[in-house]
């Protein structure tokens, strides 16, 4: 029985041919050109999209991730500003742009289409990029140039589809847009431009590896850094930005658990016990010197005093260059009627 003879460096994932190099980069160009299945695809990703978002749905989000068609005009702009392509250059970011009106119209559209509906938490949670999504996009990045180039990946575009998310927070944005949440919108858009950037170096990444390292014209080798410069000092940018997101979001949660547990001990005495507990920020900031207010829920069958209510308060964290906070406790009674249609003895 033959064998079947395995191509070498069949292992290694960066080892093209010049005719799959050549391959590779055809169909990067075509996936680059703003055609008529690129809209129709997305705007079918983004009708899922915005519909899983007002779902809270996470199973259908990833639908519309795996339907999108951005990635590749973002890896189509890592292969022109590599190769220092103009023709290139200019496909890619027309369709990179076309494409981001689209799909933000689309869910301005839904969005007005359901101005009712709740937002959910699958929306609220693209409103906050940090660092963390910088290094995912980063990793989907390098997941889809390699997927992109490579003849012996075809099962890791399911994968990419999920990690490269663009359609979702797009498809937030134009929903917060239609509710006119302009700080939320604008954190969705961020998380997209974290999300395309890291995508594109990522790309040129790869791609330098597996060869493509020469002006399409001259032919001369051109150099990665110098290229890529723009790249690297809007990843270097949002990194910072991104990190000051996660250590304040880092610091609004230690500082809720600590409101929490100090409000639960104070106000959770006898048959009372603390519901909820949540700090009101203005403009979502712990930096400037406004009045704070944290709303307490609590439940029972004796009314919190205004002793208690003041020893409460004044049990709460004091933050730096901070007015102590506003406590204010909305009680629920609770009254216990037996079968027998009489209250029971305290």
């Known amino acids: 029985m033959s064998s079947i003879p395995v191509p070498k460096n069949v292992h290694n994932p960066l080892h093209l041919t010049r005719g799959e190099r050549e391959k590779a980069r055809a169909e990067i160009i075509i996936n680059t050109l703003p055609s008529g299945t690129f809209f129709a695809m997305n705007f079918l990703a983004s009708v899922i999209a915005g519909y899983g978002l007002l779902q809270d749905s996470p199973a259908v989000v990833i639908g519309a991730m795996l339907v999108a068609m951005m990635l ?50 699958e929306i609220f949670g693209r409103t906050a990029p940090n660092v963390m999504d910088l290094m995912i996009a980063l990793a989907g990045g390098l997941a889809g140039a390699l997927a992109a180039v490579s003849s012996r990946l075809p099962v890791a575009v399911v994968g990419v589809g999920v990690a490269t998310a663009l359609v979702p927070p797009l498809v937030t944005c134009g929903i917060l847009l239609s509710r006119g949440h302009w700080g939320m919108a604008s954190g969705a ?39 890529n410069l723009w790249s690297i000092v809007l990843l270097i940018g949002l990194g910072v930005l991104l990190t000051l997101n996660l250590t304040e979001a880092s610091t609004r949660q230690r500082l809720d658990a600590t409101v929490t547990e100090t409000l639960a001990q104070e106000l959770g005495t006898g048959n009372n016990r603390l519901i909820s507990a949540k700090i009101q920020l203005p403009d979502k900031t712990l930096s400037e010197n406004k009045d704070i207010t944290v709303m307490a829920y609590v439940q029972g069958d004796k009314a919190p005093s205004l002793a208690d209510v003041q020893r409460a308060r004044a049990a709460l964290p004091r933050l730096r260059n901070l007015s102590p906070f506003r406590l204010q406790v909305r009680f629920v009674p609770v009254e216990i009627i037996t079968a027998e249609g009489d209250l029971p003895k305290p």
């Not at 022109?80 to 119209?105: F, P």
């Open 72 to 121: 590749g005009p973002i890896v189509g702009l890592g292969l022109a500003v590599l190769e220092r392509d103009r023709v290139q250059l200019g496909n890619a970011l027309l369709s990179i742009a076309l494409g981001t009106i689209w799909v933000v119209a689309i869910g301005y559209g839904i969005g007005m289409l359901h101005s009712k509906h709740i937002l959910t938490s």
């Open 189 to 227: 858009f961020l998380l997209t431009l974290t999300n395309m950037v890291a995508i594109q170096f990522a790309s040129s990444v790869i791609l330098w590896l597996v060869g493509f390292r020469r002006h399409t014209e001259t032919r001369e080798r051109v150099n990665f850094f110098v290229v």
